[in-house]
């Protein structure tokens, strides 16, 4: 076997369906394009139909199999009308990964019960759902790989936490519980966590330039993020490269975290 061919098996996703939340901008959008590139038939689940449309077109115009779902995922019922429309296409997904969020940050004496009960629905509830959902069907089947985004936040308080940081604290803790649920049956379940990234998520704090070269500054690499730099960390996640890796949360944040 040649070095190609190990590298291609160990990392390979043919054969495999992935359903990915968010995944028509930022982190979302670039771990799509990876999965897809890696072999997996790819349904992407988001709001808006244009960026939805034009993720797919590049995808398929570079010959990947990829689809796209407008769903609602502030609902319950928009999460679930969103999974069955998307197991329709490819059929069920072997991997699921939640990117899709909301990062409503007001300061904590302005926190309401809308901003509050909106972030968790998006954040927390519909990961939540759609493991529900799938984690049961990929551990009958032998395999699964669930994957979610999470912040900084869920570790560490900063540039006003609020309810978005519980969120993801709280995704975080859904991980370890869907490992304990699924991983004797193959289903790996875990977590990327990314430091300050220069996504459409974070393009309020972008227009303060200080704030932004301070958060490089806290990184080793002394740059902020960019949605590339997830790919490979996402298919390693998802392939079976990461056979014996579940419950964890892999931080790829420049060092941020141990700076």
């Keep these: ?16 369906v992935a359903l990915v939340t968010g995944g028509s901008s930022g982190i979302g959008r670039a771990i799509a394009g990876a999965l897809a590139r890696a072999g997996a038939s ?8 244009k960026e939805l449309a034009a993720t797919v077109d590049e995808l398929t115009a570079d010959g990947c199999r990829a689809a796209w779902v407008s769903a609602d995922l502030s609902t319950r019922e928009g999460v679930r009308a969103g999974a069955e429309a998307a197991a329709a296409v490819f059929g069920e997904p ?17 926190l309401d019960d809308g901003v ?7 954040n927390l509830e519909a990961p939540y759902l759609l493991g529900q959902r799938f984690g049961p069907g990929m551990a009958e089947r032998g395999f699964g790989r669930i994957i ?44 990327l966590v990314p430091g300050f990234v220069l996504t ?9 330039h200080e704030k932004v070269a301070e958060l490089a500054a806290r990184t080793m690499l002394g740059r902020n993020g960019l949605p590339e730099d997830f ?10 490269a990461s056979a014996y890796v579940t419950g964890h949360s892999l931080f790829v944040d420049g060092g941020f975290s141990v700076h």
């Excluded at 076997?1 to 495999?16: I, K, N, P, V, W």
């Excluded at 790919?231 to 079976?240: H, Y």
Aim: charged share 20%; aromatic share 8%.
């Design 231 to 240: 790919e490979g960390a996402a298919v390693f996640l998802a392939s079976r």
């Design 94 to 110: 072997d991997i699921l990964v939640n990117c899709a969020g909301i990062n409503l940050r007001p300061p904590m004496n302005d």
């Design 200 to 208: 459409p998520l974070n393009a309020r704090l972008q227009d303060d």
């Design 148 to 191: 979610h985004v999470t912040s900084q936040q869920a570790h560490r308080a900063f540039v006003s936490s609020g309810a978005y940081g519980v969120s993801k604290g709280g995704l975080e803790s859904l991980a370890r519980s869907q490992a304990e649920a699924w991983s004797p049956y193959g289903v790996t379940c875990n977590t």
């Design 42 to 49: 790819v349904v992407i689940v988001a709001r808006r139909e």
């Design 1 to 16: 076997m040649t070095a190609r061919d190990y590298l291609s098996e160990l990392f390979s996703l043919d054969g495999r």
């Design 116 to 122: 509050w009960d909106s972030t968790m629905a998006v």
